[in-house]
DNA sequence: CAGTACACGTTATCATTTTCACAAAAGGTT
DNA sequence: AACCTTTTGTGAAAATGATAACGTGTACTG
């Protein structure tokens, strides 16, 4: 029912639950059940139940859940109704791209700053954002009220990156660089690198190709429940 | 020893492993044991033991592991010990941004084609690709030996990406668009949405500061083994 | 050339996560 | 107002994954 300790897996399909949930906002569906909800997300029924009991009870008994109702719920839970402020250290190539990503305002991510130890980049305007010395990171935090640090450097500027972010005070810290980085207990970090998923694919395409029985070779991960939606 | 059913937590370590052994080879080290790989990945060492050995053998007892033997064993068993051929749907911010990522490349993941059903981008040239509409794409496939289609469309837009990559007869998938799209048993598909990381940071974030006890809130995931390194 | 220390591979134990199964509650129906 | 259908919430069972413990092979030492 109340929180205790909560499985990584639950909060991955809780960011999965409302992407689809609003998907059926879209779409104008009012009230949707676990079993439809777990069909679209190729989960077990019980696993959505299980899920959100670990923060109360949000759906009514006989009927299902109201979709935009549950989708507020799962995004106070997660902590994703209010706003974080952004801001991003290493202004290459995939550092622009964040920077032009339309997606994060939506999602409540703001990027309020951009940081480069580059003096060639430093003083660039990106998208109305002046880029700056990542040593000015500290003095920023508070006057932006920064909460969140995306590493975007290059693999072996990323632990710099993460001290001088550590420094200026951050707790959070998103690293996008390929490299794995050591930061004190007390701050949060969650890497997020798209060629682990480039692998996973690899493999299973592997697989599947060589026993091509067992559906999507999948190794053992989701289930693959009716395959047949709508 | 040999493959039966493998955790898809381990394909994903695996691809962490590969990481690190990178960079121990950068750093020229020849030997790593399972003990400071496991610290450099914080793991379990008993994790990594039971992970190779879904594949089998690659260490000497009493000595460890040869660096680049081992990480060319895990290359070859994840399958990107080779090079595999991709075509991007969707030519936004987003697929811009992949096409020019030199590290795709580099990963052994070349980007041979883009496709965008949008008539105003169609005969651009991004880095030397020329842009083709995206029911060119089935032609293709065959010339340019395309084997995983990267979807980089807008969400509402996807299903009808993967239906036209299905109907080119590409059975692996890596959907970027924040959108559940619905595949053939017989196609491997991916979903990367580093929203989803976002969203696990809030949370553990929000955790953090609400009871900041136990080391960086961490939900019941990694364990947080001795945090000193080196 | 024994002896010893080390680190892997493997089996066994433990913990967690997922699934199953059912009782309780809501809403509609006769 | 009692009954029936539906679908949630939840505890128990099953399956899965992670850790610990142990035995084995290697290399090094004296």
Redesign the interface.
Known sequence: MKSE????A???R???Y???LE?LTRDGTQVVSSELLAK???VNPSQIRKDLAYFGEFGVRGVGYYVQELNASIKR????DRI?NCAIVGVG??G??LL????FKK?G?YIVGAYDCDPFKIGEDISGLEVMCTKRLKDKVNELGI??AIITTP?ERAQRAANHIIDAGI??I?N?A???I?VP?????????????????????????RY?ES???????KP?PD?S?K
């Open positions: 300790h909560i499985p990584r639950t909060i991955q809780l960011a999965m409302v992407q689809v998907d679209a997300c190729s839970a997660l902590g994703v974080w190539n995939l622009r791209a032009n990503h339309t997606e999602r991510f909460v969140i693999p707790k959070a998103m996008f390929p490299a794995r050591d207990s007390d701050v949060c970090l969650e890497y997020v690198d798209f060629f682990h998923h480039f692998y996973a694919l690899a493999f299973n395409t592997t697989l599947t190709q091509p559906g999507s070779g999948k190794t053992s991960s693959k395959s939606l």
